[in-house]
């Protein structure tokens, strides 16, 4: 039997201003799910949503691509997205990854989806992962040297 198994396409979005664990544990399970595109954030919407300095989408995507070229040893799809949605209310794709921060976008997206007679897209809700001090890892704390990009306690 020479059946071909296509491969499910995955969606995972983010600004991944500064990468840490709790991005890697969002992206590896993305990857484990088939083929992943990832949108990431505009520097324009980057600013709307942190509402806080964040490094430019030249250097996130740079430091994304090296990360997943070293983790995955793959070329991996990274768009620029302007809006919370990206791609999903146009093109299918089996999965989209969220984190509890995004649960309800991706419950936004299935709902116009569905509006626009478009199939939902299944979501795989990944917990945030916690920092030593079992509070979530953000570039908030990182950024205010509480904890390191792994979750470790500073100072």
Sequence with gaps: MNKRRTRKKV????????????????????FSLGKV?????????????????????????????SFLRKEFRIETKIIKIENKFGPTLKEDFDYIVVSPKTYETAL?????????????IYIILKKLVLAED????????ILKKKIDVIGQLMG
Excluded at 134 to 141: A, D, G, V, Y
Aim: one cysteine or more; a positive charge; glycine letters at 6%.
């Design 11 to 30: 969606i995972v979005g983010g600004t991944f201003d500064i990468l840490h664990n709790g991005h890697k544990a969002l992206l590896k399970r993305a």
């Design 108 to 120: 936004l997206i299935n709902k116009i989806r569905l509006k626009n007679n478009k199939k939902p």
């Design 37 to 65: 595109t990832i949108g990431l954030t505009s520097d324009t919407l980057a600013k709307k949503i942190k509402k806080r300095k964040v490094n430019d989408f030249k250097y996130r995507k740079k430091v994304l691509a």
């Design 134 to 141: 079992r509070k979530p890892i953000s570039c908030e704390r």
